[in-house]
């Protein structure tokens, strides 16, 4: 692992990574903290019929997916505001990075409005496609329609974070979002089940208090960059458009964004095999990946890092160091995705009957421990894939990698997912092919040969140093 100090006298590497990621590890786990919060709530208010649990939760587990969808649209902003603004603060020019600043926030507006209208439309015929029917389909939009409501506070809170990133500031990110899940998970326990006389909302009060605690938080982080904060000051004249930054901006985040979305709507796809094996699979695999989550956001911490001193250090003119952060970042990230793996294996039940403290829950225990475990041994390859995509964006490379997702899921994911989970698959003109029926387990099998093959070419892409001569 690098420890000497680079000759621009800057510190060492291992310590610049660790001051970047740990905040934003702790960012990262705050928002898992809510949503783990959300999954507690789901399996604990009071159902007049207690057959119906995994109802509920299959319905939040889609309804987390979506919700995942909305961070992977985030990216048509926040990717091109952390790598401009670095680039801008490597090379010293702050008037560049306040003027970055000021339109990553107009298009996080825009595009948060965009992402308001299109989801309050067309949420039911989205739960539709992924094969969510009856009771759990409407839960899933209850929940889902308040988020989508104030999506445009959580997407310009997003272009706030993603800058003052790329300025080398995770603690104010992790600060604000802590504010906010300490402000969500009270909020979502009141409006869900009332106070006094008042009954609460339900399922849907849970949702409500995610999105109102979103707007907070949007509102703080517009006055502190307003104030002025880690070099960036937000003023009325850098809000005003200018084309030329908007187009480097989005040369960035644009292919990024297609690839993180191409991503989720593949996601969306695996999703919909994993509802067609009832609601006991999908409730098994919503908390599966609550768990596994941990490791996945470890590996986003690591690249954050890896985004940020990749730009600076590419703005500074200084490639080689560049360089040796995104491989210390995957070093340590590696290290701290493969520890979590092990608590997989070891923990796996007693994590799963946290959420399932029923006896009619039994069932989604023995479904989803198999697969938690499973992913366990995918861990450095999910390392490589989340740190060195990220680091490929901080450089400004978000065209290659698209493609790599794509020959991961629509080459190997979804094809595999299809022959693992069903008794025969029907290609039309071709015939019926015999699948292997394995349900759920065969899922996450599908899952882990993807991640291994893209943290593959992930790694490989990186290693080849293309990145170094790419302008922004």
């Known amino acids: 692992m690098e420890t000497a100090v680079a000759p621009d006298g800057l510190r060492p590497i291992w310590r610049a990574v660790l001051a970047l990621a740990l905040?934003?590890?702790?960012?990262?786990?705050?928002?898992?903290?809510?949503?783990?919060?959300?999954?507690?709530?789901?399996?604990?208010?009071?159902?007049?019929?207690?057959?119906?649990?995994?109802?509920?939760?299959?319905?939040?587990?889609?309804?987390?997916?979506?919700?995942?969808?909305?961070?992977?649209?985030?990216?048509?902003?926040?990717v091109g505001a952390t790598a401009l603004v670095a680039r801008f603060v490597g090379a010293k020019d702050f008037s560049l990075a306040h003027r970055a600043t000021g339109q990553a926030i107009c298009l996080g507006i825009a595009f948060g409005l965009i992402g308001t209208v299109s989801g309050v439309l067309g949420l039911p015929y989205l739960?539709?496609?992924?094969?969510?029917?009856?009771?759990?389909?409407?839960?899933?939009?209850?929940?889902?329609?308040?988020?989508?409501?104030?999506?445009?506070?959580?997407?310009?809170?997003?272009?706030?974070?993603?800058?003052?990133?790329?300025?080398?500031d995770t603690r104010t990110g992790l600060k604000v979002l802590g504010f906010v899940a300490v402000l969500n998970i009270p909020l979502a326990w009141l409006l869900?089940?009332?106070?006094?006389?008042?009954?609460?909302?339900?399922?849907?009060?849970?949702?409500?208090?995610?999105?109102?605690?979103?707007?907070?938080?949007c509102v703080v982080l517009l006055a502190i960059l307003a104030r002025g904060k880690s070099g960036l000051q937000l003023t009325w004249a850098n809000l005003v458009p200018d084309f030329d930054l908007l187009r480097r901006l989005l040369r960035v985040s644009v292919p990024a964004a297609v690839d993180s979305m191409s991503v989720a709507v593949c996601q969306l796809w695996f999703l919909s095999l994993v509802n067609r094996l009832g609601d006991t699979a999908t409730?098994?695999?919503?908390?599966?990946?609550?768990?596994?989550?941990?490791?996945?956001?470890?590996?986003?911490?690591?690249?954050?890092?890896?985004?940020?001193?990749?730009?600076?250090?590419?703005?500074?003119?200084?490639?080689?160091?560049?360089?040796?952060?995104?491989?210390?970042?995957?070093?340590?990230?590696?290290?701290?995705?493969?520890?979590?793996?092990?608590?997989?294996?070891?923990?796996?039940?007693?994590?799963?009957r946290l959420f399932c403290h029923e006896s009619s829950s039994?069932?989604?225990?023995?479904?989803?421990?198999?697969?938690?475990?499973?992913?366990?041994?995918?861990?450095?390859?999910?390392?490589?894939?989340?740190?060195?995509?990220?680091?490929?964006?901080?450089?400004?490379?978000?065209?290659?990698?698209?493609?790599?997702?794509?020959?991961?899921f629509l080459g190997v994911r979804i094809p595999l997912a299809y022959l693992l989970t069903q008794a025969e698959i029907n290609?039309?003109?071709?015939?019926?092919?015999?699948?292997?029926?394995?349900?759920?387990?065969?899922?996450?099998?599908?899952?882990?040969?993807?991640?291994?093959?893209?943290?593959?070419f992930f790694a490989v892409r990186y290693a080849s140093g293309r990145w170094k001569r790419i302008e922004v």
């Open 23 to 78: 905040p934003a590890l702790a960012q990262q786990y705050l928002h898992l903290l809510v949503r783990m919060s959300d999954q507690y709530l789901a399996d604990h208010f009071e159902l007049p019929d207690p057959t119906t649990r995994a109802t509920y939760l299959s319905a939040l587990n889609t309804a987390n997916y979506l919700y995942w969808f909305v961070s992977s649209y985030t990216v048509v902003v926040s």
């Open 127 to 168: 739960v539709a496609a992924l094969q969510l029917h009856g009771d759990a389909a409407t839960y899933a939009i209850q929940f889902l329609m308040p988020l989508a409501a104030m999506l445009v506070f959580q997407i310009t809170e997003s272009a706030c974070i993603a800058c003052l990133s790329g300025a080398g």
């Open 192 to 217: 869900c089940f009332g106070i006094g006389p008042w009954p609460g909302l339900g399922f849907a009060g849970i949702s409500l208090g995610t999105g109102l605690s979103h707007l907070v938080g």
């Open 283 to 352: 409730a098994a695999h919503g908390i599966a990946l609550n768990w596994e989550a941990f490791g996945f956001l470890a590996g986003a911490a690591f690249g954050t890092a890896a985004m940020t001193l990749i730009g600076q250090n590419l703005g500074a003119g200084n490639p080689a160091r560049a360089s040796r952060c995104g491989w210390v970042a995957f070093q340590m990230g590696a290290g701290v995705m493969t520890g979590m793996g092990v608590m997989f294996i070891l923990f796996a039940v007693p994590m799963f």
């Open 362 to 408: 039994q069932p989604v225990i023995d479904a989803g421990v198999p697969a938690l475990r499973l992913i366990a041994l995918a861990m450095p390859a999910l390392a490589s894939q989340i740190i060195f995509t990220s680091a490929l964006r901080g450089a400004g490379d978000t065209r290659v990698p698209v493609l790599i997702s794509w020959v991961g």
């Open 427 to 456: 290609l039309g003109w071709l015939g019926v092919v015999q699948g292997w029926n394995l349900g759920l387990i065969g899922a996450w099998m599908a899952m882990c040969a993807d991640i291994w093959v893209r943290g593959s």
